[in-house]
Protein backbone atom coordinates (compact mmCIF):
# COMPACT_ATOMS: atom_id res chain seq x y z
CA UNK A 1 0.00 0.00 0.00
CA UNK A 2 1.20 3.50 -0.51
CA UNK A 3 -0.23 6.94 -0.32
CA UNK A 4 0.53 9.12 -3.29
CA UNK A 5 0.18 12.59 -4.35
CA UNK A 6 -2.12 13.02 -7.64
CA UNK A 7 -2.09 16.77 -7.62
CA UNK A 8 -1.11 19.99 -6.62
CA UNK A 9 -2.60 23.75 -6.18
CA UNK A 10 -1.79 26.96 -4.64
CA UNK A 11 -3.14 30.44 -4.51
CA UNK A 12 -1.30 33.55 -3.41
CA UNK A 13 -3.76 36.74 -3.30
CA UNK A 14 -3.40 39.54 -5.31
CA UNK A 15 -1.99 42.25 -3.17
CA UNK A 16 1.68 41.67 -2.95
CA UNK A 17 3.25 44.43 -0.30
CA UNK A 18 7.13 44.66 -0.17
CA UNK A 19 9.28 46.02 2.63
CA UNK A 20 9.30 49.68 0.99
CA UNK A 21 5.36 49.51 1.49
CA UNK A 22 5.77 48.46 5.16
CA UNK A 23 8.23 51.27 5.75
CA UNK A 24 5.28 53.92 4.23
CA UNK A 25 2.84 52.63 6.85
CA UNK A 26 4.15 54.55 9.18
CA UNK A 27 4.97 51.37 11.66
CA UNK A 28 6.92 51.44 14.58
CA UNK A 29 10.58 50.66 12.16
CA UNK A 30 13.62 53.60 13.33
CA UNK A 31 15.91 53.85 10.63
CA UNK A 32 17.89 55.46 13.34
CA UNK A 33 18.31 52.19 15.61
CA UNK A 34 18.85 50.74 12.48
CA UNK A 35 22.08 51.82 11.43
CA UNK A 36 20.14 54.55 8.59
CA UNK A 37 19.16 51.73 6.93
CA UNK A 38 16.16 51.54 5.12
CA UNK A 39 13.57 48.83 6.44
CA UNK A 40 14.12 47.04 2.98
CA UNK A 41 17.98 46.59 3.82
CA UNK A 42 17.37 45.77 6.79
CA UNK A 43 14.76 42.91 6.52
CA UNK A 44 16.40 41.23 3.42
CA UNK A 45 20.13 41.43 5.67
CA UNK A 46 17.96 39.76 8.79
CA UNK A 47 15.97 37.46 7.51
CA UNK A 48 15.72 37.50 3.42
CA UNK A 49 12.22 38.66 2.99
CA UNK A 50 11.25 41.04 0.31
CA UNK A 51 7.64 40.87 -0.51
CA UNK A 52 4.66 39.18 0.40
CA UNK A 53 1.16 38.71 -0.31
CA UNK A 54 -2.19 40.06 1.93
CA UNK A 55 -5.51 39.39 1.41
CA UNK A 56 -7.90 41.71 0.48
CA UNK A 57 -10.96 43.12 2.80
CA UNK A 58 -12.80 39.91 3.33
CA UNK A 59 -10.79 37.47 1.88
CA UNK A 60 -10.44 34.80 4.08
CA UNK A 61 -9.22 31.18 4.78
CA UNK A 62 -11.73 29.21 3.30
CA UNK A 63 -11.70 31.31 0.12
CA UNK A 64 -7.96 30.63 -0.11
CA UNK A 65 -8.17 27.39 0.37
CA UNK A 66 -11.30 27.03 -1.72
CA UNK A 67 -9.31 27.63 -4.80
CA UNK A 68 -6.03 25.89 -4.05
CA UNK A 69 -8.19 23.00 -3.17
CA UNK A 70 -10.06 23.32 -7.25
CA UNK A 71 -6.47 23.77 -8.79
CA UNK A 72 -5.42 20.69 -7.24
CA UNK A 73 -8.47 18.53 -7.91
CA UNK A 74 -8.09 19.76 -11.89
CA UNK A 75 -4.19 19.14 -12.02
CA UNK A 76 -5.54 15.56 -10.43
CA UNK A 77 -8.46 15.30 -13.40
CA UNK A 78 -10.66 14.82 -10.56
CA UNK A 79 -13.80 17.09 -8.70
CA UNK A 80 -15.16 17.19 -5.38
CA UNK A 81 -17.48 14.08 -5.77
CA UNK A 82 -13.84 12.05 -6.23
CA UNK A 83 -13.06 13.27 -2.30
CA UNK A 84 -13.82 11.31 0.69
CA UNK A 85 -12.01 13.33 3.39
CA UNK A 86 -11.20 17.14 3.35
CA UNK A 87 -8.55 18.04 6.00
CA UNK A 88 -7.58 21.50 6.75
CA UNK A 89 -5.09 23.01 8.70
CA UNK A 90 -5.12 26.42 10.08
CA UNK A 91 -4.95 28.64 12.79
CA UNK A 92 -7.25 31.59 11.40
CA UNK A 93 -11.11 30.69 10.72
CA UNK A 94 -13.55 32.79 8.81
CA UNK A 95 -15.58 32.79 11.96
CA UNK A 96 -15.50 32.13 15.53
CA UNK A 97 -17.97 29.03 14.33
CA UNK A 98 -18.22 26.56 12.03
CA UNK A 99 -14.65 26.27 11.21
CA UNK A 100 -13.31 26.83 8.37
CA UNK A 101 -12.70 24.04 7.08
CA UNK A 102 -16.70 23.21 7.24
CA UNK A 103 -17.20 26.53 5.08
CA UNK A 104 -14.42 25.01 2.85
CA UNK A 105 -16.39 21.93 2.44
CA UNK A 106 -19.78 23.80 1.43
CA UNK A 107 -17.46 26.02 -1.13
CA UNK A 108 -16.58 22.64 -2.92
CA UNK A 109 -19.76 21.67 -3.07
CA UNK A 110 -18.63 18.26 -1.39
CA UNK A 111 -19.99 15.26 0.73
CA UNK A 112 -16.35 14.18 2.17
CA UNK A 113 -15.66 13.45 5.59
CA UNK A 114 -14.22 16.93 6.70
CA UNK A 115 -11.55 17.26 9.78
CA UNK A 116 -10.38 20.43 10.66
CA UNK A 117 -6.33 20.65 12.91
CA UNK A 118 -6.07 23.80 15.00
CA UNK A 119 -2.15 23.81 13.34
CA UNK A 120 0.17 26.46 12.57
CA UNK A 121 3.46 26.16 10.64
CA UNK A 122 3.53 22.39 11.31
CA UNK A 123 -0.13 22.19 9.81
CA UNK A 124 0.72 20.21 6.73
CA UNK A 125 3.28 17.93 7.58
CA UNK A 126 0.17 17.09 10.28
CA UNK A 127 -2.24 16.79 7.95
CA UNK A 128 -0.09 14.55 5.88
CA UNK A 129 0.23 12.40 8.99
CA UNK A 130 -3.55 12.57 9.98
CA UNK A 131 -5.02 11.75 6.00
CA UNK A 132 -2.11 8.91 5.28
CA UNK A 133 -3.55 6.82 8.60
CA UNK A 134 -6.78 7.27 7.90
CA UNK A 135 -6.20 6.03 4.18
CA UNK A 136 -4.40 3.40 5.47
CA UNK A 137 -7.41 2.06 7.24
CA UNK A 138 -8.88 1.55 3.55
CA UNK A 139 -12.49 3.20 4.75
CA UNK A 140 -11.17 5.93 2.55
CA UNK A 141 -9.23 5.94 -0.97
CA UNK A 142 -8.64 9.76 -1.82
CA UNK A 143 -8.07 12.94 0.66
CA UNK A 144 -7.82 16.43 0.10
CA UNK A 145 -4.58 17.89 2.28
CA UNK A 146 -5.03 21.85 2.68
CA UNK A 147 -2.95 24.28 4.26
CA UNK A 148 -4.24 27.93 4.72
CA UNK A 149 -3.63 30.97 6.87
CA UNK A 150 -4.56 34.88 7.14
CA UNK A 151 -1.60 35.14 8.86
CA UNK A 152 -1.20 38.75 8.56
CA UNK A 153 -4.21 39.44 10.37
CA UNK A 154 -2.53 38.40 13.59
CA UNK A 155 -0.08 40.77 13.56
CA UNK A 156 0.03 44.30 14.96
CA UNK A 157 -0.53 46.58 12.20
CA UNK A 158 1.95 48.97 14.09
CA UNK A 159 5.16 46.80 14.57
CA UNK A 160 7.09 46.24 11.85
CA UNK A 161 8.39 42.90 12.56
CA UNK A 162 5.89 40.15 12.31
CA UNK A 163 4.75 41.80 8.89
CA UNK A 164 8.29 41.76 7.19
CA UNK A 165 7.86 38.00 8.37
CA UNK A 166 4.04 36.77 7.47
CA UNK A 167 2.13 36.64 4.27
CA UNK A 168 -0.89 34.81 3.40
CA UNK A 169 -1.88 32.33 1.10
CA UNK A 170 -3.21 28.46 0.75
CA UNK A 171 -2.18 25.69 -0.88
CA UNK A 172 -3.42 21.83 -1.68
CA UNK A 173 -2.77 18.40 -2.33
CA UNK A 174 -4.66 15.73 -3.39
CA UNK A 175 -3.54 12.34 -1.54
CA UNK A 176 -4.46 9.17 -2.77
CA UNK A 177 -4.26 5.55 -1.60
CA UNK A 178 -3.01 2.76 -3.98
CA UNK A 179 -3.22 -0.87 -2.90
CA UNK A 180 -0.06 -1.70 -4.47
CA UNK A 181 3.05 -0.52 -3.07
CA UNK A 182 5.41 0.68 -6.10
CA UNK A 183 7.30 2.37 -3.84
CA UNK A 184 6.27 5.80 -4.40
CA UNK A 185 4.70 8.10 -1.92
CA UNK A 186 4.69 8.54 1.72
CA UNK A 187 7.54 6.46 3.05
CA UNK A 188 7.53 7.94 7.01
CA UNK A 189 7.29 10.46 9.37
CA UNK A 190 8.98 11.89 12.50
CA UNK A 191 7.10 14.39 14.59
CA UNK A 192 6.50 15.66 17.91
CA UNK A 193 6.09 18.80 20.31
CA UNK A 194 7.55 20.67 22.81
CA UNK A 195 4.41 22.47 24.89
CA UNK A 196 6.74 23.66 27.33
CA UNK A 197 7.57 25.84 25.15
CA UNK A 198 4.63 27.31 23.86
CA UNK A 199 5.14 30.79 25.13
CA UNK A 200 7.56 31.35 22.53
CA UNK A 201 4.50 32.25 19.98
CA UNK A 202 1.68 33.39 22.00
CA UNK A 203 -1.53 34.95 21.80
CA UNK A 204 -2.74 35.98 25.10
CA UNK A 205 -6.01 37.69 24.52
CA UNK A 206 -9.41 36.82 23.28
CA UNK A 207 -10.05 33.31 24.19
CA UNK A 208 -10.93 31.51 27.15
CA UNK A 209 -8.38 33.14 29.59
CA UNK A 210 -8.46 36.52 28.87
CA UNK A 211 -11.79 37.09 27.09
CA UNK A 212 -12.20 40.01 24.86
CA UNK A 213 -12.17 42.90 26.35
CA UNK A 214 -11.67 47.00 25.59
CA UNK A 215 -9.03 46.14 28.26
CA UNK A 216 -7.71 43.37 26.60
CA UNK A 217 -8.22 45.42 22.77
CA UNK A 218 -6.10 48.52 24.46
CA UNK A 219 -3.14 46.19 25.32
CA UNK A 220 -2.93 44.93 22.23
CA UNK A 221 -3.00 41.40 23.52
CA UNK A 222 -4.99 40.03 20.67
CA UNK A 223 -2.27 40.13 18.40
CA UNK A 224 0.48 37.74 18.51
CA UNK A 225 3.66 38.20 20.64
CA UNK A 226 7.01 36.24 19.51
CA UNK A 227 10.58 35.26 21.36
CA UNK A 228 12.60 35.72 18.23
CA UNK A 229 16.09 34.80 19.15
CA UNK A 230 14.45 31.75 21.07
CA UNK A 231 12.76 30.45 18.21
CA UNK A 232 15.55 30.44 16.00
CA UNK A 233 17.84 28.69 18.23
CA UNK A 234 15.00 26.23 19.39
CA UNK A 235 13.52 26.16 15.04
CA UNK A 236 17.50 25.29 13.30
CA UNK A 237 17.57 22.40 16.25
CA UNK A 238 14.49 20.97 15.68
CA UNK A 239 14.26 21.25 12.05
CA UNK A 240 17.88 19.49 11.55
CA UNK A 241 16.61 16.74 14.20
CA UNK A 242 13.01 15.77 12.87
CA UNK A 243 14.54 15.66 9.16
CA UNK A 244 17.43 13.23 10.34
CA UNK A 245 15.10 11.69 12.11
CA UNK A 246 12.69 11.37 9.28
CA UNK A 247 15.07 10.18 6.76
CA UNK A 248 16.74 7.69 8.87
CA UNK A 249 13.49 5.90 9.44
CA UNK A 250 12.74 5.86 6.07
CA UNK A 251 15.78 3.45 5.38
CA UNK A 252 17.75 6.79 3.77
CA UNK A 253 20.84 8.94 4.23
CA UNK A 254 20.57 12.59 3.30
CA UNK A 255 22.76 11.58 0.31
CA UNK A 256 19.66 10.11 -0.65
CA UNK A 257 17.67 13.15 -0.57
CA UNK A 258 17.17 14.45 -3.50
CA UNK A 259 14.94 18.20 -2.19
CA UNK A 260 14.29 19.42 0.56
CA UNK A 261 10.99 21.40 0.91
CA UNK A 262 10.76 22.68 4.00
CA UNK A 263 8.40 25.38 6.04
CA UNK A 264 9.62 28.39 4.57
CA UNK A 265 10.21 30.18 8.43
CA UNK A 266 13.06 32.62 6.96
CA UNK A 267 15.52 32.76 4.54
CA UNK A 268 18.38 32.87 7.55
CA UNK A 269 17.06 29.32 9.77
CA UNK A 270 17.06 27.49 6.31
CA UNK A 271 20.44 28.53 5.54
CA UNK A 272 21.05 27.43 9.06
CA UNK A 273 19.51 24.64 8.76
CA UNK A 274 21.54 23.81 5.38
CA UNK A 275 24.72 24.28 7.73
CA UNK A 276 23.88 22.03 9.78
CA UNK A 277 23.44 19.29 7.73
CA UNK A 278 25.87 20.16 5.33
CA UNK A 279 23.52 20.61 2.28
CA UNK A 280 24.18 22.90 -0.32
CA UNK A 281 20.95 25.43 -0.69
CA UNK A 282 20.79 24.22 -4.32
CA UNK A 283 18.80 21.18 -2.44
CA UNK A 284 16.10 23.42 -0.74
CA UNK A 285 12.92 24.68 -2.46
CA UNK A 286 12.98 28.41 -1.10
CA UNK A 287 9.60 30.57 -1.81
CA UNK A 288 10.29 33.12 1.43
CA UNK A 289 11.75 36.16 -0.22
CA UNK A 290 8.78 36.64 -2.19
CA UNK A 291 5.72 34.65 0.22
CA UNK A 292 7.28 35.37 3.17
CA UNK A 293 6.03 32.82 6.47
CA UNK A 294 2.82 31.32 5.12
CA UNK A 295 2.04 29.16 8.51
CA UNK A 296 0.25 25.72 7.58
CA UNK A 297 0.19 26.29 3.68
CA UNK A 298 4.04 27.27 3.38
CA UNK A 299 5.45 23.60 2.49
CA UNK A 300 2.88 23.23 -0.19
CA UNK A 301 2.79 26.25 -1.63
CA UNK A 302 6.15 25.33 -2.25
CA UNK A 303 5.88 21.89 -3.73
CA UNK A 304 3.38 23.28 -5.87
CA UNK A 305 5.64 25.89 -7.41
CA UNK A 306 8.56 23.75 -7.40
CA UNK A 307 6.18 21.02 -9.32
CA UNK A 308 5.10 23.45 -12.15
CA UNK A 309 8.63 24.33 -12.04
CA UNK A 310 9.55 20.89 -13.34
CA UNK A 311 12.19 20.28 -10.72
CA UNK A 312 10.34 16.83 -9.76
CA UNK A 313 12.03 14.20 -11.35
CA UNK A 314 9.76 10.42 -10.72
CA UNK A 315 11.72 9.25 -8.16
CA UNK A 316 13.32 11.43 -6.74
CA UNK A 317 13.11 11.21 -2.72
CA UNK A 318 12.13 14.30 -1.19
CA UNK A 319 12.12 15.45 2.88
CA UNK A 320 9.82 17.88 4.07
CA UNK A 321 10.06 19.56 7.59
CA UNK A 322 8.61 22.11 9.76
CA UNK A 323 8.60 23.83 12.81
CA UNK A 324 6.10 26.27 14.50
CA UNK A 325 4.11 27.43 17.11
CA UNK A 326 3.18 24.95 20.09
CA UNK A 327 5.46 24.23 19.43
CA UNK A 328 5.83 21.41 17.50
CA UNK A 329 7.94 19.66 14.58
CA UNK A 330 7.85 17.49 12.43
CA UNK A 331 9.02 15.80 8.86
CA UNK A 332 7.55 13.85 6.47
CA UNK A 333 9.71 11.83 3.35
CA UNK A 334 7.70 11.34 -0.08
CA UNK A 335 9.08 9.68 -3.73
CA UNK A 336 8.11 11.80 -5.80
CA UNK A 337 5.30 10.07 -8.57
CA UNK A 338 5.37 12.31 -11.58
CA UNK A 339 1.57 11.21 -12.00
CA UNK A 340 1.34 13.51 -15.27
CA UNK A 341 3.73 10.62 -16.73
CA UNK A 342 2.24 7.71 -15.10
CA UNK A 343 -1.22 9.45 -16.77
CA UNK A 344 0.32 9.04 -19.95
CA UNK A 345 1.98 5.87 -19.73
Not at 92 to 114: E, H, I
Not at 145 to 153: E, I, K, L, P
Request: charge should be negative; hydrophobic fraction near 40%; aromatic fraction near 10%.
Amino acid sequence: MSNVILGTGSYLPERIVTNDDLEAMGLDYDRTRAGNLSLDQWVRSRHGAVSRHWASPGECTSDMAAVAARRALDDARLDQRDVDLIILATLTNDYRLPQAAFTLQAKLGSKAQVIQLDSACSGFVDGLLVASGLLDTRRYETALVVGADTSTRLCDPKVFMPLTIFGDGAAAVVLHHQRLDNGYGIRSFATGSDGHLGEYVWVPGGAGKQPFSQEVLDQRLHYWQFKFSEIHAWGVDRFAFCTLDAVKRAGLTLEDVDWVVPHQASVNILCALARRLELEMTKFVVTYPHTGNLMAASIPVALDQARRDGKFQDGDWLVMPAVGAGMAWGAVTYQWYDYLQHRAD
